[in-house]
């Protein structure tokens, strides 16, 4: 809901008004009166948005070969997240047909999109790979701004990322959730896909280069006040599912073969309870 109609004073003409964009000065176009103008308290009305959901279509989409369990009706057969998982204008996720309220601030919605386009920036382009993965690594801004009623957590976990999920993340899936530190696990593999993307005489620079691209990304999320935690989340892990698959729990468990698609997320929580940054994939098998 980046915009809603308002009716002009002064010839009733129906105009719209951006929401994120706080109070304005509001001219007419066709009777050229002049008002102020301040957004809603709450925004309400939000729908399913293929723009937003778009990042997520690699863990969310199957192949022919799995149309047939696709038309029975099941949800993850073989990725990580629900077939139903649609994503609306507030960032909110949800499976399809479920009941979602919304009530978000215009203001922590236009935040929320600032930081994760600032996030995106940081590491679009300048980086492919760094975190163990078998194919190329798209960065896009992920956000999911929360309710103005929503519980204020203090940090980031797993419970926390199941709910923002609304329930959409495969059951059995493993959620690993990291500090964003140079001392986490998963620095590690980023340190790996420097030495082994560096080559030619300037080795060392290309590598020393690759690695401050990504502590760029840290020290952006530590330097944001808008932050009360920040962490790495990995959904999904390929040897973890595969054990589950393989050990015929398969048909049980709602998942008719090994995902090989997994999302990356570097998150920061706002102290209203939203989350924003950046959301990647990576590709095991």
Not at 72 to 78: A, F, L, Y
Not at 250 to 276: D, I, N, W
Request: glycine share 8%; with cysteine.
């Amino acid at each position: 809901m980046d915009s809603i109609i308002e009716t002009c004073p002064g010839c009733a003409r129906r105009l719209r008004v951006p929401t994120l964009r706080g109070p304005l000065a509001l001219t007419c176009p066709a009777c050229r009166m002049s008002w102020d103008w301040s957004p809603p308290e709450s925004l309400t009305q939000f729908e399913p948005d293929p723009a937003r959901l778009g990042p997520f279509k690699p863990f969310t989409t199957l192949g022919a070969s799995f149309a047939n369990h696709a038309a029975s009706g099941e949800e993850w057969i073989r990725q990580v997240l629900s077939l139903k998982t649609v994503v609306y204008g507030s960032g909110r996720i949800a499976r399809e047909g479920d009941v979602v309220r919304h009530d978000v601030a215009p203001a922590e919605l236009a935040l929320c999109r600032r930081l994760a386009d600032e996030a995106r920036d940081l590491l679009r382009g300048k980086v492919d790979g760094g975190l163990g993965t078998e194919g190329h690594m798209p960065f896009d801004a992920f956000s999911i701004a929360a309710n103005r009623d929503d519980p204020r957590p203090a940090r980031i976990d797993e419970a926390l990322i199941r709910e923002r999920f609304g329930g959409t993340i495969y059951p059995q899936a493993a959620i690993d959730v990291q500090p964003l530190s140079e001392d986490a696990k998963w620095w590690s593999q980023v340190r790996m896909c420097a030495r082994e993307s560096a080559y030619g005489k300037d080795r060392t620079r290309a590598i020393e280069a690759f690695l401050d691209a990504w502590r760029n990304l840290l020290r952006w999320f530590h330097d944001q006040p808008e932050f009360v935690d920040a962490a790495y989340v990995a959904i999904g892990d390929f040897n973890q599912l595969d054990e589950i698959v393989l050990k015929g729990r398969k048909q049980a468990a709602g998942m008719a073969a090994t995902p090989s698609c997994y999302p990356r997320l570097f998150v920061g929580l706002t102290r209203y309870g939203s989350l924003a940054g950046i959301v990647t994939h990576v590709v095991q098998t």
